[in-house]
C-alpha cells in the first residue's frame, strides 16, 4: 500500500504559478501510475495530467495542456505539478493519485475508478 501526500497549494493571483508536490511513502511509486485530480466547490472531481511508470509518456486534460506540466522523480518518490498561466477557473482542491496498473492507456488513466490510492488533497485558490 501507498500513502500519498500533496503540498505546495496556495493562494495566487491570476496569470502566476505553483508547483505541487506529491510525496509517497510506504511503497516505491515507480511501479504505479501517477495522477493530478481537481475538484471544484460543488462540482466532481475531475482529471487532470497523468504520467507513466517511467515518466517517458504523459496525458492532460484540454483545458490545462501547454500550461500544466506533470513530472516525477522515481528516486525521490515523488511526483509534480507544475501549473502556469493560472487561471480563476483552476481554483479546486488538487488531488494526487496512484494506479496499480502495468498498461499505460488513455484515457483509461483519466478516470477516477482507475486509481487505487489517493492522497488528501491541497488547496489551490487564484484570484482573478
Known amino acids: 500500500q501507498v500513502q500519498l501526500v500533496e503540498s505546495g497549494g496556495g493562494l495566487v493571483q491570476a496569470g502566476g504559478s505553483l508547483r505541487l508536490s506529491c510525496a509517497a511513502s510506504?511503497?516505491?511509486?515507480?511501479?504505479?501510475?501517477m495522477g493530478w485530480f481537481r475538484q471544484a466547490p460543488g462540482k466532481e472531481r475531475e482529471f487532470v495530467a497523468a504520467i507513466s511508470h517511467s515518466g517517458s509518456m504523459t496525458y492532460y486534460t484540454d483545458s490545462v495542456k501547454d500550461r500544466f506540466t506533470i513530472s516525477r522523480d522515481n528516486t525521490k518518490n515523488t511526483v509534480y505539478l507544475q501549473m502556469n498561466s493560472l487561471k480563476f477557473e483552476d481554483t479546486a482542491i488538487y488531488y494526487c493519485?496512484?494506479?496499480?496498473?502495468?498498461?499505460?492507456?488513455?484515457?483509461?488513466?483519466?478516470?477516477?475508478?482507475?486509481?487505487?490510492?489517493w492522497g488528501q488533497g491541497t488547496q489551490v485558490t487564484v484570484s482573478s
Open positions: 510506504g511503497r516505491a511509486i515507480s511501479t504505479y501510475i
Open positions: 493519485a496512484a494506479d496499480r496498473g502495468a498498461i499505460w492507456a488513455p484515457p483509461l488513466v483519466g478516470r477516477t475508478t482507475t486509481y487505487d490510492y
